[in-house]
């Protein structure tokens, strides 16, 4: 197994431009997770769905993020418009469904965003 | 609301100086506890999960236990490859969302 896909794995961009960042998840995890790591904030969850329908988005900061999962090998997470302070690294992570003792996360190596 | 606090927030040892690692937890009921290991430009690699307090469990140098309040990650004659942030998080009954705690930033040296 390949594990979870991030794609890209840097990104630069301006200020005000639209950043997306994909994902790929296990195939077979039903639960696909949005993080973010900073070194102040450590790191939060964004957003988690369960079999491509979005559940908990609380940990959304704005509008200004949206993602979506439109089937269960593919995720984005889009930011517009970006903003310097959205300069991050930004992981996806993923864990089976069924049996709760399946809740261990698998994480893909991130994407580093750097909004200037 | 669920917390996670980790101490120290960096650990500089020896080689072979044995050392352990502290998570202190409040969470709304326990699902479980997780340790992972995450390398610089890396995503969080998983190491354990422990579900109930008394339980232990073991992987090379590194064994982690749980009590009702803390977690420790006990690393026996560390060497240099084990430097890297090992992260706890915690589950809670009412759904699956991790919380995770700052880190502990373990450097060993030769």
């Not at chain 2, 190491?47 to 026996?76: C, M, P, V």
Request: proline fraction near 6%; include cysteine.
């Amino acid at each position: 197994d390949a594990g979870v896909i991030q794609s890209p794995r840097h990104e630069v961009t301006e200020m005000g431009q639209e950043v997306t960042l994909r994902c790929k998840p296990i195939s077979g995890h039903d639960y696909l997770f949005w993080y973010r790591q900073t070194m102040m904030r450590g790191l939060e969850l964004l957003i988690y769905f369960n079999n491509n329908v979005p559940i908990d988005d609380s940990g959304m900061p704005e509008d200004r993020f949206s993602a979506k999962m439109p089937n269960a090998s593919f995720s984005t997470l889009k930011i517009q418009p970006s903003e310097p302070r959205d300069s991050a690294v930004y992981f996806c992570a993923t864990r089976r469904g069924g049996a709760w003792a399946y809740n261990e996360q698998f994480f893909g190596p991130g994407t580093r965003l750097t909004v200037l | 609301e669920d917390q996670v606090t980790q101490s120290p927030e960096a650990l500089r040892l020896q080689e072979g100086e044995s050392s352990s690692l502290n998570c202190s937890y409040t969470v709304s009921g326990l699902r479980g506890l997780f340790w992972y290991r995450q390398d610089p430009g890396k995503g969080p690699e998983f190491l354990f999960t422990l579900y109930s307090a008394g339980e232990e469990k073991e992987k090379e140098r590194l064994k982690a236990t749980l009590t009702k309040k803390e977690s420790f990650l006990h690393i026996t004659a560390p060497k240099p490859e084990d430097s890297a942030t090992y992260l706890c998080a915690v589950l809670n009954n009412a759904g699956n969302m991790l919380t995770f705690g700052g880190g502990t930033r373990l450097m060993v040296k030769p």
